[in-house]
């Protein structure tokens, strides 16, 4: 049953993305790198003690794969008595001047597994989907949510988080 449901959402918010990169050919996006910084927002609990929904901060960055509409991203969310690292592969379709929104995949690396973090309390599969945009010269506002999937001990709940932040183009 839990294969089914990430299967088809998968497909939901891939068809919504990659249409967006083809609706929008015409547009330029954003390809630049940057790091940044925010506010991450666990919205979930495993139901079980010490996993409770985490307020922390979040360390973003990415890398723009030349010539390719694929980003490779890394974030790390702390916050509660454990960080979560994430290194991440997105495909990035521009929507708008400026702006792209991405989905992709990768793995979340909780430091201290059985200690909570906004996005779980152990090692899971995380499923991203967000919204980059430069605002100003060199200055990039993005926003997004993982989904941690079984990311908690004894549970077989998933986890949400939810980011913001600011950062800066080079």
């Known amino acids: 049953m839990k294969l089914t449901k990430l299967a088809t959402s998968f497909l939901a918010v891939a068809s919504i993305v990659f249409s967006a990169g083809i609706a929008s050919a015409q547009t330029v996006g954003t390809n630049g790198n940057y790091i940044g910084a925010g506010v991450a927002v666990g919205a979930t609990s495993g139901g079980q003690g010490n996993d409770e929904a985490q307020v922390g901060g979040n360390i973003q960055g990415r890398y723009a794969v030349p010539k390719t509409p694929?980003?490779?991203?890394?974030?790390?969310?702390?916050?509660?008595?454990?960080?979560?690292?994430?290194?991440?592969?997105?495909y990035d379709a521009p929507i708008a001047k400026n702006t792209n929104v991405y989905?992709?995949?990768?793995?979340?690396?909780?430091?201290?597994?059985?200690?909570?973090?906004?996005?779980?309390?152990?090692?899971?599969?995380?499923?991203?989907?967000?919204?980059?945009?430069?605002?100003?010269?060199?200055?990039?506002?993005?926003?997004?949510?993982?989904?941690?999937?079984?990311?908690?001990?004894?549970?077989?709940?998933?986890?949400?988080?939810?980011?913001?932040?600011?950062?800066?183009?080079?």
């Open 70 to 90: 694929l980003s490779l991203r890394g974030s790390v969310l702390y916050g509660g008595d454990a960080a979560a690292i994430m290194p991440i592969l997105t």
């Open 103 to 170: 989905f992709g995949g990768g793995y979340s690396f909780v430091t201290d597994e059985g200690q909570k973090s906004p996005l779980g309390n152990q090692n899971a599969p995380v499923v991203t989907l967000g919204i980059e945009s430069e605002i100003r010269n060199n200055v990039i506002a993005y926003g997004d949510t993982k989904w941690g999937i079984d990311a908690y001990r004894n549970s077989d709940a998933d986890a949400i988080s939810f980011q913001a932040g600011l950062g800066y183009r080079f």
